[in-house]
Nanobody
Framework: QVQLVESGGGSAQPGDSLRLSCLVSGGTFSSYAVGWFRQAPGKGRENVAALDRESDISYYPDSVKGRFTISRDNAKSTAYLQMNRLKPEDTAVYYC?????????????????WGQGTQVTVSS
């Protein structure tokens, strides 16, 4: 059974940086595309980054482009989300997801495995 466990969330001030990690177990990590999503209170789940199996293709929405970077270390079965220049509107629960497709893209429907989420709160 594939399991995803996020870590690295917490509180930050505007302008700070945080790095989220997602450890994937129970499957062959290199065979999955990965993505990060977030859900703020009262809002739907939003993709903030996606990366293909071989780190060749990435996607970011305009809301985080230039501030967030997704990466992966297949040897460690871990995906990362580096978040820089954080804003209060980045406050949300962040979820890691894995897709059996070569590239999952921005749609949550294309992801097959999900973590439990980690809270990120940005406030002064």
């Amino acid at each position: 059974q594939v399991q995803l466990v996020e870590s690295g969330g917490g509180s930050a001030q505007p302008g700070d940086s945080l790095r989220l990690s997602c450890l994937v177990s129970g499957g062959t990590f290199s065979s999955y595309a990965v993505g990060w999503f977030r859900q703020a209170p009262g809002k739907g789940r939003e993709n903030v980054a996606a990366l293909d199996r071989e780190s060749d293709i990435s996607y970011y929405p305009d809301s985080v482009k230039g501030r967030f970077t997704i990466s992966r270390d297949n040897a460690k079965s871990t995906a990362y989300l580096q978040m820089n220049r954080l804003k209060p509107e980045d406050t949300a629960v962040y979820y890691c997801a894995a897709s059996r497709k070569y590239f999952g893209g921005k749609s949550s429907d294309d992801y097959h495995y999900w973590g439990q989420g980690t809270q990120v709160t940005v406030s002064s």
